[in-house]
């Protein structure tokens, strides 16, 4: 199997704008030893894995210029982008086997696999194929790069191949996008939403302490969860029973009103102060398209970060996104059946209505209203953060790590914060995610106890997947 040119994948790194940087370092080979987080000495060897993270930090840059997708058809994309690039490899895979042995319906044949295939060609052609049918709505000029970045590397992974390798190279990345896509189709719940994502049969039901949207706004996704899951379905999840949510109150005294308070106090005094918590309302916040990545999509580009960090290998690459793909994608739609089943209001309604009626969100600085289109309970950010966290710390065998998120250290655009933040484990990084949209003013702390709660719920369920060969 031909190997890609390290050094023409570094320059890629520069080329398509990557967010990590991508210089030099001794290779990290036990998950438990205190890793240096200075990226500017840490290298990716395996050229694999260099392949693999070229095509994630293309994605995440894209994921900056999605067009209504954010945030459930994101996470859907990459449960289904990260199982066509684990299938393609898996015949490399020592010790790993096809999710066609666990996932019923989908089809992928290995007579298209022939002796000769190179398997990064064969990666490049199917990630190429992937992103940029999951990826189906961009802001205009940007599909041309998944194009552009799939020529770049098909340039030099030819290099030295017959015509024969590079048909039949190519033939396989082909076969295993075309069975995955086919598969994700089969979703017709998932496919009809994609294209009507505000159904106008969804009617929000009223009451005293209910979500409704907001003028020239229509609820986002009501339907979710009916959406393919891969390790556990909402009905499987032990969201907590209604009684035990704190229930609308409008006295002073009470957990809800002081819940409520809480948010008013911390998204006021950030903005007028322009403290640190503003700094990590605005650093977590992923929500505007054109602007930021998405909220599942930060997790990618964490994972990226990570992958170079410990200088994985592409077995190990490949394993860790698919069972991030597959978490995200849970994790959404358990999170969005729990979000209509309870249909609680977000704060801005509340403290408008019981405590300051000229009361803004820090987002709606960024966005046209003050909140996302969807009911507030539990915070689908915070529930992205727990499933991530969980889906981490399983895989490197720990929660203590020296980490520091450079996901926006690179962008040009200076009017949100997106300084690096440095952190001492999985689950603080997690919990602070969640807890940043307190003071961004778009939800209150159960919300954000309920997310973190249900993602780790849901990461043990992908955590627990057999990946491995069944000898």
Same mark, same amino acid.
């Given at each position: ?22 210089s ?13 987080d ?42 289904y ?8 490899a898996v015949?490399?895979m ?47 000029g ?7 970045f799939?020529?770049?590397m ?21 076969h ?7 598969? @994700?189709? *089969?979703?017709? $719940? ?5 294209i009507?994502?505000? %159904? &106008?049969?969804? /009617?929000a039901?009223?009451g ?16 979710w ?19 035990s949510?704190l229930?609308?109150?409008?006295n ?9 308070n ?10 007028a ?28 580009s ?18 860790l ?10 994790a @959404?739609? *358990?999170?969005? $059946? ?8 977000? %704060? &801005?309604?509340y /403290?408008?209505?019981?405590i300051?009626?000229?009361f803004?969100?820090?987002l ?7 909140n ?13 953060a727990?499933?991530?966290?969980g889906?981490f ?51 209150i ?27």
């Amino acid at each position: 199997m031909k190997t890609t040119n390290l050094k023409f994948i570094l320059i890629l790194c520069m080329i398509i704008t990557v967010f990590q940087s991508c210089s030099t370092d001794e290779a990290t080979e036990n998950f438990d030893e205190d890793v240096s987080d200075d990226f500017s000495e840490i290298e990716v060897t395996n050229n694999t894995t260099s392949l693999i993270v070229g095509w994630n930090d293309l994605w995440v840059s894209l994921d900056q210029y999605t067009v209504n997708m954010r945030p459930n058809i994101v996470t859907r994309a990459l449960a289904y982008i990260h199982l066509t690039a684990y299938e393609t490899a898996v015949p490399y895979m020592d010790d790993y086997s096809s999710n066609t042995n666990r996932i019923n319906n989908l089809n992928i044949n290995n007579n298209f696999l022939e002796d000769n295939v190179d398997m990064n060609l064969a990666l490049n052609t199917a990630y190429a194929l992937a992103i940029d049918h999951f990826m189906h709505s961009l802001e205009g000029g940007q599909r041309q790069r998944i194009t552009a970045f799939e020529t770049l590397m098909e340039n030099e992974l030819t290099e030295g191949l017959t015509n024969v390798e590079i048909a039949n190279s190519q033939r396989w990345g082909t076969h295993v996008a075309q069975r995955v896509i086919a598969y @994700a189709e *089969s979703d017709r $719940d998932a496919e009809e939403q994609i294209i009507d994502q505000t %159904p &106008s049969d969804y /009617i929000a039901p009223e009451g005293l302490g209910l979500w409704e949207a907001a003028e020239n706004e229509a609820a986002w996704f009501p339907y979710w969860r009916e959406v393919r899951t891969f390790a556990l379905s909402p009905q499987q999840s032990s969201s907590v029973n209604f009684n035990s949510v704190l229930q609308h109150s409008s006295n002073p005294s009470s957990n809800y009103y002081q819940q409520m308070n809480t948010v008013y106090v911390s998204t006021t005094n950030a903005a007028a102060t322009n403290n640190e918590d503003l700094w990590i309302a605005e650093f977590w916040a992923d929500d505007v398209e054109g602007l930021m990545i998405s909220p599942p999509g930060r997790h990618i580009s964490i994972a990226n970060q990570l992958i170079e960090q410990y200088d994985l290998d592409f077995d190990q690459t490949l394993e860790l996104l698919l069972r991030l793909g597959f978490a995200l994608n849970d994790a @959404a739609v *358990s999170a969005w $059946d729990d979000k209509y089943t309870y249909n609680i209001e977000r %704060p &801005s309604h509340y /403290i408008k209505e019981y405590i300051d009626e000229d009361f803004t969100t820090n987002l709606s600085r960024f966005i046209s209203g003050s909140n996302p289109a969807f009911p507030s309970y539990p915070s689908g950010h915070a529930t992205f953060a727990g499933v991530a966290a969980g889906v981490f710390i399983d895989f490197f065998g720990t929660d203590t790590i020296s980490f520091t998120d450079r996901t926006y250290s690179d962008f040009g655009n200076t009017t949100f914060n997106g300084t690096a933040r440095s952190f001492t484990s999985f689950s603080e990084m997690a919990y602070e995610n969640a807890y940043s949209r307190v003071p961004l003013g778009v939800h209150i702390e159960q919300d954000a106890i309920e997310g973190l709660r249900l993602g780790y719920e849901i990461s043990d369920a992908v955590n627990s997947i057999n990946l491995r060969n069944r000898n």
